[in-house]
């Protein structure tokens, strides 16, 4: 039996979806998001924050096929509220395909596509959507999604440890101009400058990060990292050399207990 009430069920209004929209846009919320799960971005994968993705698919309010498509995204990821946030696994890539083929030309379209592609990797199918998300990437005319991708990409290929492509990636972000992800994009960029011990290049993207992004929340973090750039790793000690072992006794010198007993 079904418990839902009618209200569960309605499609949400223009005024609740501009609501949605509107919770989560502007630098400011996006970087203290940032901040705050950094490492989470670099080490564990992203995790969709339904108004960061709603901030993405409210463009157009211009008629009503976008108030039905943004609303029937919505239902697809499983929201009953703006402030949720619903990470890549959580996600049913079948529904929201179903999404971009039912509201094509819609700006709900490519986010569907985008989500549906991160839900296929957080479920082990890797490759089939990082292909999604390249083909996205040059497919979508959206230039906030574009950067959102390129994010996207470079995390896994992080993480992956293909350094290159996810160098390339985070220098595309660099390229697309502001962003909320530009200071995130120069830390990473010198991370793996580091990482691939190339100090100079590292100290010149944490350099030019702070210059463009010096009042991000990340800015401080970039400092640290200039301070102990040069600081020499421990050097690790030899550990301790294993006693010698004893001599092992010859057989001559072991009586046999075979030999005869000698009269006193």
Same mark, same amino acid.
């Given at each position: ?92 890539? &079948? $529904? =929201? /395909?179903?999404? @971009? +083929? ?5 700006? *709900?379209?490519?986010?569907?596509? #985008? !989500? %549906? ?43 992956? &440890? $293909? =350094? /290159?492509?996810? @160098? +390339? ?5 660099? *390229?697309?101009?502001?962003?909320? #992800? !530009? %200071? ?81």
């Amino acid at each position: 039996m079904d418990n839902k009430t009618p209200s569960q069920d309605a499609p949400l209004s223009p005024e609740e979806i501009r609501a949605i929209g509107e919770v989560n846009i502007g630098p400011a919320k996006h970087e203290v998001f940032l901040d705050n799960h950094y490492k989470k971005l670099i080490v564990g994968g992203i995790v969709v924050a339904l108004g960061v993705v709603a901030a993405i698919t409210y463009y157009s309010m211009k008629d009503e096929k976008e108030t039905d498509a943004a609303a029937a995204l919505i239902s697809a990821m499983g929201a009953d509220r703006a402030e949720s946030n619903i990470t890549s696994a959580a996600l049913d890539a &079948g $529904k =929201l /395909e179903a999404v @971009a +083929a039912q509201y094509p030309d819609t700006a *709900a379209t490519d986010t569907a596509k #985008y !989500l %549906a592609h991160a839900a296929a990797v957080a479920k082990g199918r890797t490759q089939q959507g990082l292909a999604g998300m390249n083909a996205l990437l040059k497919s979508t005319a959206n230039e906030a999604l574009k950067v959102r991708v390129r994010v996207y990409l470079a995390d896994q290929y992080g993480q992956q &440890g $293909k =350094l /290159e492509e996810a @160098a +390339a990636m985070w220098q595309e972000v660099i *390229a697309s101009g502001e962003s909320p #992800y !530009l %200071a995130l994009a120069y830390m990473a960029s010198g991370d793996i400058a580091q990482q691939q011990n190339d100090k100079e290049k590292a100290k010149a993207l944490y350099q030019a990060g702070l210059i463009r992004c010096g009042n991000s929340n990340l800015a401080d973090r970039m400092k640290e990292r200039l301070l102990v750039i040069d600081v020499a790793p421990p050097v690790k000690e030899a550990p301790a050399p294993l006693p010698a072992p004893l001599p092992e006794a010859e057989d001559s010198a072991v009586p046999s207990l075979s030999a005869p007993i000698e009269a006193l």
